[in-house]
């Protein structure tokens, strides 16, 4: 752990206190991957960059799995999955999804967005990470010690910021900033337009 319940009193929610601790590096796979892993009702997944993330399996299968069969797993038990992301999957990503019929037939819904930037990843509605890491393994603290990056953010359960985050990612997953994108010209598939065929 790298240090006890911060108060950000003065940095979020226009001056509101919100209790939240502080990850780096390994400890991103210690809270967020397994927090994911514990999912109940729902995941929401931001991320820029969408690799292929080996983690830990559980005892007494192979040492260790894609993160998309724990998904699988998720999606089976009927947690709802969503991943939003700005650039394209890497291959190994897409040959682990595309052999987990739960996550091909509609358990992991994604979205493509080039502007996203931001990394989230919200749990049951009350879990909460905001960070620099992407949904990669060496991001999210999945490699070994001297190949994973340097990173940091801050897991909470304040239910203000939680609504806050949550709103964004909404909002953004329906696509309401497509219609005043300057890119949009050049989006292989608006949100907005996703939307509208989903819904």
Known sequence: MVGPMADFSDLLSGGRRVAARLVADREHYERVVEAVRRAETSVWIAT?????MLVEAPWPRKKYRSVLQDLSDLAERGVELRLMHASHPSRPFRRSF???PALVEGGLEMRLCPRLHFKAVIVDGAFL???SANWTGAGLGAKGEHRRNFELGFVTGDCGLLDEIQATYESLWRGDPCSSCRVRDTCEMPLDVVTKLAG
């Open 48 to 52: 820029a960059n969408l690799k292929e």
């Open 129 to 131: 990470y905001l960070g």
């Open 98 to 100: 595309d052999r987990l």
